[in-house]
């Protein structure tokens, strides 16, 4: 295992965040986007930019973003994700700050690695739980996108679990995540969502910021191994 780095800031997280901030105040400014749907979008951000540097501040983040994603989300439709915020993430924040606190050495967060035969079980039961809950929310008269709606949902569930435990792999499920709940709102904004640009940049800062945390974890931990 390998304890997280407590350090400065560097000049990647600052940059990236500033420029995605930027960009979401100029949605919000230009198409009349609600400015909380800003503050949803600045505390997500903020919550996995910590969470990629194993930071205990990202649950705090972490609870207004999610409350606030399911109200938006609920206005629009998408009630998986509804269920998924409120009923998941909201106690597996607290549940995930308690856990993380106890593996806190120094005031660093230790990371670990999964085998490959857990991976591939985890890859097989996303599948297997996206199928059946897009299954069920086809027969929801308002929703949309089901299927779309179920695998974010699922994968979001397996990811959150994994970071919860520390496992540098969540990062590989978040990725596979982002680029979905991309084209989830890219098509809710083609359909009229008033909210859909803003969470487009939303989760676009997020995939970025995943493919960076997946680099920063993988790299602790084979410093580990070394």
């Known amino acids: 295992m390998k ?4 350090g400065h800031w560097r000049w990647f997280e600052v940059a990236w965040l500033i420029l995605f901030t930027a960009v979401a105040i100029g949605f919000t400014v ?3 986007d609600s400015w909380f749907g800003f ?4 505390t997500g951000v903020l919550c996995v930019v910590l969470t990629a540097k194993g930071k205990l501040a990202s649950y705090g983040f972490g609870m207004y973003n999610t409350v606030g994603y399911a109200y938006l989300a609920y206005s629009n ?9 409120l009923l998941f993430f909201v106690p597996m924040n607290i549940v995930g700050f308690i856990l993380w606190r106890r593996n806190y050495q120094g ?30 929310l086809s ?5 949309n996108s089901p299927y779309i709606d179920a695998l974010t949902t699922v994968l979001s569930i397996a990811a959150t679990i994994l970071m919860v435990r520390r496992f540098k792999e969540q990062w590989l499920l978040y990725i596979v995540l982002n680029i979905f709940t991309v084209l989830l709102w890219s098509i809710r904004t083609l359909e009229g969502s008033a909210d859909g640009l803003l969470m487009i940049v939303m989760w676009s800062a997020y995939l970025v910021n995943a493919a960076y945390g997946y680099y920063n974890w993988n790299k602790g931990v084979k410093e580990a191994s070394a």
């Open 3 to 6: 304890k997280a780095e407590a």
């Open 30 to 32: 230009l198409s009349k």
């Open 39 to 42: 503050t949803v979008f600045l």
């Open 77 to 85: 439709g998408l009630f998986g994700e509804v269920m998924l915020n």
């Open 107 to 136: 005031g660093q967060l230790t990371m670990r690695k999964m085998d490959v035969r857990s991976l591939l079980l985890i890859g097989a039961l996303c599948i297997g739980g996206t199928l059946l809950l897009g299954l069920g």
């Open 139 to 143: 027969f929801i008269p308002a929703q």
